[in-house]
């Protein structure tokens, strides 16, 4: 499809502004999608799920400038699945770590499917948050697979940015997934931390590593800076770190005091829950909050006895051996 032709189907976005140079969104369907202005370009942070508005977050990117860069903070698809849309516009950057999981089709999901989800239509799971003009814009499986828009700088451990008169600090913040990054902007006092906060919102632990995660707060926390661009929910204070971390440790605490009163695994899943306690399901995805509970339990319970993990798909059903794409 012809860059006229997204533009001709694409809608807006409405971008809050967290600084003078900061954008972000924290009201769609997927992660909080941001850009900082430079004056040598933007750089993009984590693109939209929803194909309307990354066409629509390209376009007003660009209305500031040349894109330079477009950084993912994770490999979950709600980060990255919107870079098929940025094709041609900046040079991707992506942890090895992320680059390696790109988009690769895992027993337990298969992002393109649940990126499908998205999209209304006749799909049950849709919203009207959700983005009912993207069939539209729909790729097809392989074509889209042909080039996702993956990283073309790939790193490990950290990497500094200087675009124009800012610093682009990525900081490799493994935790919620193995390639997880920071990107702290001091000349804007700003952070983004990707998954590694949820603001207000259910967390999604799945297949994290909890001690990795709560480290990675603590190294944010040595960070000089004023928000937090979270990669769920509101932006949010230096403070917040303290409630993502409280979050973290009663989870693994539940599962732990659950094994250690002899609980079996499914017994464990069925009375270890938070779907009271930690808020909503973020935005256009409350059809998975017992998936979530669940799936926290278990993976934390396979992960402290040391079990096998037994995966499952959204569904609940037992997850299948998958391809790698």
Not at 149 to 176: E, M, S
Not at 207 to 225: G, N, P, Y
Not at 228 to 238: A, D, M, N, Q
Request: proline share 6%; aromatic share 10%; glycine share 8%.
């Amino acid at each position: 499809m012809t860059s006229e032709a997204l533009v001709s189907r694409a809608g807006t976005i409405a971008m809050e502004r967290v600084t003078p140079n900061v954008f972000t969104t924290t009201k769609l369907r997927g992660c909080n999608p941001s850009f900082v202005i430079t004056s040598d370009g933007v750089v993009v942070i984590d693109t939209p799920q929803l194909p309307t508005k990354a066409v629509a977050m390209r376009r007003e990117a660009e209305s500031h400038g040349p894109i330079r860069y477009v950084v993912n903070t994770e490999h979950h698809v709600d980060h990255i699945f919107g870079n098929y849309y940025f094709k041609g516009a900046g040079t991707v950057v992506n942890h090895r770590e992320l680059y390696e999981r790109f988009m690769v089709v895992f027993p337990e999901l298969d992002p393109f499917a649940y990126a499908y989800e998205s999209v209304p239509g006749d799909n049950p799971k849709g919203t009207d948050l959700d983005d009912p003009e993207g069939v539209a814009l729909w790729p097809d499986r392989d074509e889209y697979y042909q080039d996702p828009n993956k990283g073309r700088i790939v790193f490990t451990g950290d990497l500094t940015l200087r675009v124009g008169d800012h610093t682009f600090n990525l900081l490799h913040t493994p935790g919620h997934t193995p390639g997880q990054l920071a990107v702290h902007v001091p000349e804007e006092r700003v952070v983004f931390t990707g998954d590694t906060i949820f603001s207000g919102c259910q967390t999604w632990l799945m297949t994290s590593d909890v001690d990795q995660w709560l480290a990675a707060l603590e190294r944010i926390r040595t960070l000089d800076f004023d928000w937090i661009v979270p990669g769920h929910g509101p932006v949010v204070t230096k403070q917040y770190l303290d409630v993502q971390r409280s979050h973290l440790m009663e989870w693994k605490t539940a599962v732990a005091t659950a094994i250690a009163s002899g609980w079996s695994r499914d017994e464990t899943i069925a009375r270890v829950s938070f779907r009271d306690r930690f808020g909503p399901v973020d935005i256009g995805q409350g059809y998975m909050l017992d998936y979530i509970q669940s799936r926290n339990a278990a993976a934390l319970y396979d992960k402290l006895t040391g079990s096998t993990p037994q995966l499952t798909a959204p569904d609940g059903t037992p997850a299948q051996a998958a391809g790698t794409r």
